[in-house]
């Protein structure tokens, strides 16, 4: 099930097993605690946690009898392990057991930031997965619209998509940007005006921004762009490196023979994202590409040996993508 999915699920009683899993750290840290709000008395006595990563061959007893204990004076007793990638001879040998007959008195949390090499717990008996990976953008936009409205703040859907976009769709950053508007919102409705003022917006996103101006020809979009950044602390060899890291993508995007589900994984980014790197890496184009990464490498190379200053290996780049 989806992170949001999850506190509607929990109504109806707990599951024996949780994988939180995702890259979304605000994801895993709610789920984590909407479970423990639901089912967990006497934290003290009744919660225990474990680093996944100390835990391999016979070391896994120790966590397969914390499992089999009792809780003292309430229902339920959780154990929360973190980052765990049991070896499927190790599963095979000490959890399936476990696993397939699972205690009722016992809630077991398994926290992944990553999925790993190892059993595929997903797949096993008694595992509820709970998918805490990065939402796309209208999943965040809705979520950031329904936070404010319960706060009693009206919001414009273009506004929240612009916290989406400004975030890169990180929840911990959505989450800190919304309480901040939250608090200037009180007296009206938030719109995309507040929100340009308000919300800052992710160096990486503005990068986009910035690359996006390369692919509509638009240089005065660029140059305002990459002055905002170079104002608040980017140097111009870190620039070219984020430059050169967008058009490698966006060549990755547009050669690539794999399936969506496929780059998405080994992008690391959401289906929104990919469209729009599409878009963008048609409207270059492939040759264009090849030409500015080849000549973007070679003005980096100079300025790391000394052959150019770091403005003139800017100014260089930006003539080479724009006037060359």
């Known amino acids: 099930m989806k992170f949001t999915q999850l506190k509607e699920d929990l109504k109806a009683g707990a599951r024996p097993i949780y994988l939180i899993e995702g890259d979304d750290a605000y994801f895993r840290i709610k789920a984590e605690e909407q479970i423990k709000a639901a089912f967990l008395q006497n934290a003290e006595l009744n919660f225990s946690t474990f680093d996944g990563a100390q835990y391999k061959g016979q070391a896994l007893t120790e966590i397969t009898s914390a499992l ?193 589900r496929q780059l998405l994984a080994e992008l690391k980014t959401t289906e929104y994202v990919l469209g729009k790197n599409r878009q963008q890496a048609r409207a270059v184009g492939e040759e264009r590409l090849v030409k500015f990464i080849n000549s973007l490498y070679l003005l980096a190379s100079d300025l790391k040996s000394g052959k150019i200053t770091a403005d003139g290996a800017l100014f260089a780049a930006v003539a080479h993508i724009f006037f060359d």
Do not use: H
Request: hydrophobic share 40%; aromatic share 10%; charged share 30%.
């Open 68 to 260: 089999s204990a009792f809780p003292f004076m309430s229902d339920k007793r959780i154990v929360k392990i973190s980052e765990f990638y049991p070896a499927e001879s190790d599963f095979e040998r000490y959890l399936k057991p476990l696993f397939e007959n699972f205690p009722e008195t016992t809630v077991l949390l398994i926290v992944n930031s990553q999925t790993k090499k190892g059993v595929d717990l997903k797949r096993r008996k008694s595992v509820t997965f709970v998918d805490c990976n990065k939402s796309d953008r209208e999943t965040v936009a809705k979520w950031a619209y329904i936070t404010m409205k319960r706060a009693g703040v009206s919001s414009s859907v273009e506004a929240c998509e612009a916290i989406a976009d400004y975030c890169l769709c990180d929840m911990s950053r959505v989450s800190k940007e919304v309480e901040k508007l939250i608090a200037c919102g009180k007296e009206g409705m938030i719109t995309k005006t507040d929100v340009d003022g308000l919300v800052y917006k992710d160096a990486d996103f503005r990068v986009y921004q910035m690359t996006g101006a390369v692919a509509r020809r638009d240089y005065s979009a660029f140059a305002e762009i990459y002055s905002d950044l170079l104002g608040k602390g980017y140097d111009c060899n870190a620039l070219i490196a984020s430059l050169i890291n967008y058009f490698k993508t966006l060549l990755t995007v547009s050669a690539s023979t794999k399936g969506d």
